[in-house]
């Protein structure tokens, strides 16, 4: 059931607006990159032409809120199949960036952002990696790159993932 009261008939504009978005309203869903898309074999909740249609038909909430925009694995299957030449990875990335501007950003990221600001790198350095990386000769490893966490604590980023 779709509440026409929650539909936003701007959405589309704004999307298209966005860099990567220029080209959405030119869909006419025939299903091209659904058909291609090697995350749509995996997982059904990410449907590329169903996401399209929520976009044009102004479901601007429910898509920005959404896990599935941000499955899309930029392999460009769609982008090269499209009739219309839609670039639905573009349009991926342009409702990602709406949607990290609106608050709503994807719990991964939030981690990997956290995981960057805490060592400056995605994984934690443990003492037992460089006693490893001791015994096979390599130089140790630093526990963290202050420098780069030092960034993530100055930017604007470090507001949005909390």
Same mark, same amino acid.
């Given at each position: 059931m779709i509440d026409s009261k929650k539909l936003d008939p701007n959405f589309k504009y704004e999307v298209s607006k966005e860099i990567g978005g220029a080209n959405i309203?030119? $869909?006419f869903s025939c &299903?091209? $990159?659904t058909v291609g898309c090697p995350v749509r074999e995996i997982d059904d909740k990410y449907n590329p032409r169903k996401i399209v249609r929520m976009v044009l038909l102004g479901m601007r909430e429910r898509v920005l809120k959404s896990d599935f925009i941000w499955l899309c694995s930029m392999c460009y299957t769609c982008y090269d199949r499209c009739p219309q030449g839609v670039h639905l990875t573009d349009v991926m990335t342009a409702l990602k960036n709406i949607a990290v501007r609106e608050g709503y950003i994807h719990p991964a990221f939030k981690e990997q952002a956290r995981l960057? &600001?805490?060592f400056g790198r995605l994984y934690e350095v443990e /003492?037992? /990696?460089?006693k490893k990386r001791d015994k096979l000769g390599l130089p140790p490893v630093k526990k963290t790159f202050n420098d780069v966490a030092k960034l993530l604590r100055n930017s604007d980023l470090k507001e949005m993932i909390k």
């Open positions: 309203k030119h $869909c &299903g091209t $990159c960057v &600001g805490t /003492d037992f /990696d460089n």
